[in-house]
């Protein structure tokens, strides 16, 4: 049994998945900051979907496709960026196996089809709002666990940095959790 989480340096939801007993691989481009490398995957996601996974878990970049970038669009499509991030991210909806794909609200609403859910981080105990979509393959919604109060936008509102694209796209606690808690049980077990 073995699940990859695609696009992953922070190693959120490999560390919640490992914590089940559960087989799971970070993959990215980038050296991992969750303190795991014996479970991270340096390199090209789509290389490792040749392999035979129980489950991907994929958070495709959205720089070229969340509409909080919108006023590049023109840009983007002009040079190709955009179609890039669109065929990365369909490149998981060909899977053959459960998998579930995240990103912001964006383009591929449209490119693709609307997702299955749209969740926030309150549902899942950060008092915080971020929505964020999940396109889900052979799976269950995912359940909010803790509905917190709190409807503040603090990554939105994070000025300009030198890490602020890694730290906008970090996956909250609560939902990595989730994640692992609801859908681990579904990993196929020999």
Known sequence: MSVLVACEESQAVTIEFRKLGIEAYS??????????PEWHIKGDALAQLQNSWDMVIAFPPCTHL???????????????RQQQGIDFFMEFTKLN?????????????????KPDQIIQPWMFGHGETKATCLWLNDLPLLKPTN?????????????????????????YSGIAKAIAAQYGPLVKRN
């Open 27 to 36: 993959c990215d481009m980038q050296e991992c900051s969750g303190g795991h």
């Open 66 to 80: 969340a509409s909080s970038g919108a006023r590049w669009f023109k840009e983007k499509q002009k040079d190709g």
């Open 97 to 113: 196996t459960k998998w579930l794909i995240e990103n912001p609200i964006g383009i591929m609403s449209t490119q693709y089809r």
């Open 147 to 171: 509905i917190v109060d709190g409807r503040e936008q603090r990554i939105w509102k994070m000025g300009p940095s030198e890490d602020r694209a890694k730290l906008r796209s970090k996956t």
